[in-house]
């Protein structure tokens, strides 16, 4: 088995089974595992206090332990992680960060209290509008509360070199995955769509110092082989919340087509956008988030995700724009339309395709990505 296959089968084992992460690392180090709702939380003062950030993401099975507390019009992100921690699958978590940015999260911790309290339960509020002047100083106000209270838990003060030190290996985490993601668009025979996306959501999990070891020894493999062309597959550009199911990449690729392009929380949203190092660490952390590609939750009244769109797949020179619409995401629900209208005048095919957590029909999404790629020109698929 070569090197590259036995880290990817890591990284699969990982994803398949999170907790296993998690537990295996509170034995060895005895430290405490601080899980968080995907994403826009700093995870940097997380790890800097000594804890181990543990991405959450919806669990495939068991949604409807979660029916009893949450309407079934609440988003299934929402709803597959509260019914993850009422099935047990999450009691390896010592604490629970969520981040503010919709109805969901909102009324969600109350509920998760009342169930499954943990010793640290935290709601982070980053700045909804990131481009108020006001949005930085708020932001550093939050981000104050929150690393005092990540100290209180812990004990200890965080030092400043503890934070720089978890910048750092953050930044470099960062700079392998762009690099994966690079390698990918380059040649997605080294490394394939879902391979990628995979890594990525492992990425979330993996103690970061591990991470990074298993980052290079891939990569070192990959540059070893290095992109031999560069891929003559139809170039797709996916939109939305989350690349969820995982299958949706297989679809793309058996039709004759590769990713090339996100802006997802479980993609270039969540490895794009390195800290500076030096000088005043959380205005440095606060800078970041509000420089960060445009999200529907974090949106202002110019609405720039219409035109990042755009710009990203001319730059990317995808051949279509694949809407990821995960049903009752009430902040993507607004963006959808104007998203769609402004591609379409700009001459970009668009399709829009509904996706879910737990009990997505998958046939119906295969076919459903297959024909937009067939329309594209990709392979017919009998
Ligand atoms: S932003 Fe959308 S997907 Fe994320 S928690 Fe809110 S409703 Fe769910």
Redesign the pocket.
């Known amino acids: 088995m070569g090197l590259n296959t036995e880290v990817l089968k890591y990284f699969n084992k990982v994803t398949e089974d999170p907790g296993q992460e998690a537990r295996r690392w509170k034995e060895e180090t005895g430290g405490k595992v601080l899980g968080f ?1 995907l994403t826009d939380v700093p995870e940097e003062l997380i790890h800097a206090a000594g804890f181990l950030p543990f991405g959450i993401y919806g669990g495939e099975k068991g949604m409807s332990l979660a029916d009893a507390h949450l309407q079934n019009w609440t ?1 299934s ?2 709803r597959s992680c509260l019914a993850l921690s009422l099935g047990g699958r999450l009691d390896f978590l010592d604490g629970l960060v969520i981040p503010q ?2 109805d ?2 909102r009324m969600v911790m109350g509920i998760w209290n009342n169930q499954k309290p943990l010793s640290f339960m935290n709601n982070f509020r980053p700045p909804r509008q990131v481009e108020r002047p006001s949005a930085k100083r708020y932001y550093l106000g939050e981000l104050k509360r929150f690393k005092k209270e990540l100290e209180e838990y812990r004990g200890l003060k965080i030092a400043d070199d503890e934070l720089k030190k978890s910048i750092q290996l953050y930044n470099s985490n960062r700079t392998l995955l762009l690099k994966l993601f690079d390698l990918h668009r380059q040649d997605s025979s080294l490394l394939s769509s879902r391979e990628l996306y995979n890594i990525i959501r492992a990425s979330m999990i993996i103690p970061r110092e591990k991470l990074k070891g298993l980052l290079i020894r891939l990569l070192d493999t990959l540059n070893y082989k290095s992109p031999q062309k560069t891929d003559q597959k139809i170039k797709i550009f996916i939109s939305g ?1 989350f690349l969820e199911p995982l299958e949706i990449a297989d679809y793309i690729e058996e039709s004759g087509g590769t990713i090339v392009g996100d802006d997802l929380k479980n993609g270039f949203r969540y490895i794009n956008g390195n800290i500076p190092e030096e000088g005043d660490l959380l205005q440095n952390l606060a800078e970041g988030q509000l420089r960060k590609i445009p999200s529907a ?1 974090f949106d202002n009244s110019i609405n720039p995700r219409r035109n990042f769109l755009v710009n990203a797949v001319q730059e990317k020179r995808a051949d279509g724009f694949l809407l990821l619409h ?1 049903k ?5 629900n607004f963006d959808y339309y104007d998203i769609q209208q402004v591609l379409k005048k700009a001459g970009i095919p668009v399709q829009k395709i509904e996706t879910e957590f737990g009990d997505t029909s998958l046939g119906q999404l295969r076919t459903r990505v297959q024909a937009f790629l067939e329309m594209l020109g990709g392979v017919e698929l009998v």
């Open positions: 709702l988003c992100y929402v940015r919709c969901a999260t919340t939750s995960l009752y995401c009430e902040p993507e």
